[in-house]
């Protein structure tokens, strides 16, 4: 098999491959995808494609003409990096079968609040989200589900796969996927612990019909433990949250600054990204402004200590670090399994080296899977941006309600001013009157108004008062005058008031 491309066209970096290099390798240097074309040789015989029914290829890879292969693909998603699972297998006589299963990723969410706010995102995948279980028990666990059978593991090796020879590769690869993903959803990580390690294990056991069998099962396992955030509440349960928090309360420049930061959001001035939310929400942001301006300041010279000697930390067991994770995504980047009759122990090891070795993912299925990992980005970008415009009209909605609450309460306290000062003076007017009265009735008088709008007061006893046309006034007892009279003498009666 003759090398052709053997040079990273990203960066010129040398590539390390050989005869057993699958297709699509990965740049150590810059983490590029490349795909690997061979001209066909004479050691190219063997390699047989696994196609599902439809006619979708998924893989191929040497296997004798006694297997009969298969191929089947589950579209169901399991995460955002993960849209669908394939697998390919190949059967001999029901006797020995052997499967490669393509990328799964798991994500065990220690900290509640990212738990909280990943469950906000819109078209977000949860299928993957489970409890972190150590990598042994994920193979062993996935050995005994396609044999069906009780097993044993009696030895240990390194599977010889393409991960299994460039570990700093799979770790590379594993790097880039998480920050882009990290990248799209606004979330820095920081990995604390990184695992990737290819391994096969023998195991022996029972049918579920008591025959005896033996079970290769490898996997080229990858592993993160990840702080979100990188910010105030990095790797912090509810109790280190709730103790910045006080922190914060107690220290008045900062409180001053989140007041600040809390009104520039309201008013539109600034916004709250996802990012932010992640670092400690509103909080986070006020600590991070004030930290800015402190790191504007001219810096004081370092006071010189003695040198010391560094720490020597033990390394962390992975899946069981001593400091605080965010979340641990964990999985296999390939599967790989053979289950075979005990007494067809040794062809089945050969057969399987032979098939795992030489194994290559299909190019067009890898590309089907990026482009279904970018399409399901942009509808979550899409959702996002969906929400943040109905979030801004219903503040929008809720400042124009506001401003007409506003409006009636100003209305409301007009009215009510007005009300209290007809009240007051009908008040005014109704003690007038009864003052008046009083002293009408110590007076023995009554009071009249005149022809010119003048009062005027006249005894009592008096039954009818007049005015003539000169403008005096005269009180009579008794019954009125006829009217004739009082036409020829040109008085007007006066009303009491």
């Keep these: 098999m003759e090398l052709q491309a053997f040079i990273c066209p990203q960066c010129g970096a040398q590539l390390e491959v050989d005869s057993v290099t699958t297709n699509l390798t990965v740049c150590p240097k810059c983490g590029s995808s490349i795909h690997i074309t061979y001209k066909s040789g004479e050691n190219d015989k063997g390699l047989k494609d696994f196609v599902t029914p439809d006619g979708l290829k998924v893989g191929s890879a040497r296997v004798a003409d006694k297997y009969v292969l298969n ?34 990723l798991f994500h065990d ?29 994920y193979l062993r666990d996935y050995a005994e589900k396609i044999s069906s059978a009780k097993l044993t593991p009696v030895a240990k090796a390194q599977l010889p796969s393409y991960f299994g020879k460039n570990p700093e590769v799979a ?26 390690e290819s391994v096969l294990y023998k195991y022996e056991g029972k049918t579920a019909s008591g025959v005896d069998c033996v079970v290769y099962a490898g996997m080229d396992y990858e592993g993160e433990e990840l702080i979100y955030g990188g910010g105030l509440f990095k790797g912090l349960d509810t109790k280190g949250i709730k103790d910045n928090l006080t922190k914060v309360m107690e220290n008045s420049k900062n409180l001053s600054e989140l007041g600040s930061t809390v009104s520039d959001v309201l008013k539109g001035k600034d916004k709250l990204t996802f990012s932010d939310m992640m670092s400690g929400g509103l909080i986070g942001k006020a600590m991070r402004k004030s930290k800015e301006k402190e790191d504007k300041k001219p810096e004081e010279k370092p006071v010189e200590e003695p040198l010391q000697e560094p720490k020597k930390e033990a390394p962390a067991v992975f899946g069981h670090s001593v400091r605080r994770v965010d979340q641990i995504t964990f999985g296999a980047y390939r599967k790989y399994i053979c289950v075979a009759l005990k007494e067809r122990e040794a062809e089945a090891e050969r057969d399987f080296l032979d098939f795992v070795m030489t194994f290559e993912p299909s190019q067009a299925l890898g590309q089907r899977q990026k482009e279904m990992i970018d399409q399901k980005m942009f509808q979550i970008r899409q959702a996002v941006a969906q929400n ?10 809720l400042h124009a309600m506001q401003m007409q609450t506003s409006q009636m309460i100003s209305q409301n306290a007009r009215q009510t001013s007005a009300g209290i000062m007809d009240s007051w003076n009908k008040k005014m007017a109704s003690d007038s009157r009864i003052s008046q009265a009083r002293s009408e009735a110590n007076l023995g008088v009554n009071t009249y108004q005149n022809s010119y709008g003048q009062n005027v007061q006249v005894s009592v006893a008096a039954d009818h008062v007049y005015q003539n046309q000169y403008g005096d006034v005269y009180g009579v007892s008794g019954n009125a005058p006829d009217q004739s009279v009082l036409n020829d003498l040109n008085w007007t009666e006066l009303k009491k008031k």
């Design 171 to 196: 770790k590379t690869q594993l790097k880039n996927d998480i920050a882009a993903f990290d990248a799209f959803m606004e979330i820095p990580s920081s990995p604390i612990n990184t695992l990737c």
């Design 109 to 137: 969410v220690k900290s509640l609040m990212i738990k909280g706010i990943i469950g906000l995102v819109p078209n977000h995948t949860s299928n993957g989200y489970v409890s972190f279980f150590e990598p042994e028990d």
């Design 71 to 104: 191929a089947s693909v589950n579209d169901r998603w399991q995460s955002e990096l993960v849209p669908f699972t394939a697998r390919a297998s190949a059967n001999c006589e029901d006797e020995i079968i052997m499967i490669s299963d393509s990328k799964e």
């Design 388 to 397: 943040q415009a109905i979030v801004m009209q219903k503040q929008q909605q």
